[in-house]
């Protein structure tokens, strides 16, 4: 079992930044990839940013194309952190964002977080 919590969502002004935490425990040395996803208002979930690994070195990160250039993603191995860095944020960047991961031989088990909400104003 993983579990997953998040924090630093909020309210920010069209422009500004804000950085996401999500902090892991349990078996985090099965987790095969861990990233971002969101959901906004009326829409569906979608993938923001992910590594391609776990709390290892290497692996690559993929990014929404929506995101690319003003989002990041980082961790922290030593923690067992992940974070998600959002700069120039656009009022379209309002949802909730979750942390997720994947564990298992053949990456069939889901681990989601609470979950915490980001509002961006215009």
């Known amino acids: 079992q993983v579990q997953l919590v998040e924090s630093g969502g909020g309210l920010v002004q069209a422009g500004g930044s804000l950085r996401l935490s999500c902090a892991a425990s349990?078996?985090?040395?099965?987790?095969?990839?861990m990233g971002w996803y969101r959901q906004g208002p009326g829409r569906q979930r979608e993938l923001v940013a992910a590594?391609?690994?776990?709390?290892?070195?290497?692996?690559?990160?993929n990014y929404a194309d929506s995101v690319k250039g003003r989002f990041t993603i980082a961790r922290d191995n030593a923690k067992n952190t992940m974070y998600l860095q959002m700069n120039s944020l656009k009022p379209e960047d309002t949802a909730v964002y979750y942390c997720h991961a994947v564990t298992g031989p053949f990456l069939q088990d889901d681990y989601w977080g609470q979950g915490t909400p980001v509002t961006v104003s215009s």
């Open positions: 349990g078996t985090i040395f099965r987790i095969k990839n």
């Open positions: 590594f391609t690994t776990g709390f290892t070195s290497g692996g690559s990160i």
